[in-house]
């Protein structure tokens, strides 16, 4: 796993097997959240900007939690890409993208992940020069059957896939050569955040954390 300090350096995709993908509804959640998911050993994580206080919780995960490399997810505007990275955002995730989001993304100096659902869009995506990328909604557009059939033809495509993804299928994922993480929540259960077990939360993050080793 890569430090936070290489993260500038090293891929994104190669920081940690698993990403949470995080809703943040209260935000004094953020800090003990990212805390526990960081002494599970995932230090990637994705903060949605799905509620109010998103950019909030990003910016308190930036300022007091070191070694965790926090992003923001769902980030589909130039104007929210430049909020989550004025927040502290170290990395942005897109479900999808126009040429006027890339752009954005490109511009905004941290690593970006757009969302694909196609070959025409992961082909489009490659011609602008961009090689890794968001699979999303992961099940939904074809798992891993879709991911191993484009692995022949565009070989140099890698992937973040997101959506329907859980420790049972998730190896699956991990085993193939376009794969480099695949985000989920399967780490943070509703009822482990309700009641702030955070100890909970730490040993389903190692257990995520411990799944390439499975691979």
Excluded: H
């Amino acid at each position: 796993m890569a430090s936070p300090s290489q993260a500038s350096r090293a891929s994104l995709l190669d920081i940690a097997p698993v990403v949470p993908v995080v809703v943040v509804a209260d935000a004094s959640d953020a800090v003990p959240l990212a805390r526990a998911l960081v002494a599970g050993g995932l230090s990637a994580i994705e903060v949605t900007l799905r509620t109010p206080v998103a950019l909030d919780a990003i910016r308190a995960i930036a300022e007091e939690v070191p070694d965790a490399v926090v992003g923001a997810g769902t980030v589909i505007t130039p104007e929210q890409v430049r909020e989550s990275v004025a927040a502290g955002a170290r990395f942005l995730v897109s479900p999808g993208w126009t040429d006027v989001l890339l752009e954005a993304m490109r511009g905004s100096g941290v690593p970006f992940l757009p969302g694909v659902s196609t070959t025409s869009e992961v082909v489009a995506l490659l011609e602008r020069g961009v090689t890794e990328m968001k699979f999303f909604p992961a099940e939904a557009a074809g798992g891993t059957a879709y991911l191993k059939s484009l692995s022949g033809p565009l070989p140099q495509a890698r992937f973040c896939p997101t959506g329907g993804i859980g420790p049972g299928n998730a190896p699956e994922y991990l085993s193939l050569p376009n794969v480099g993480c695949v985000g989920g929540t399967w780490m943070l259960p509703t009822d482990a955040i309700a009641a702030r077990d955070w100890e909970r939360v730490e040993r389903l993050a190692r257990e995520a954390s411990a799944l390439r080793a499975q691979v």
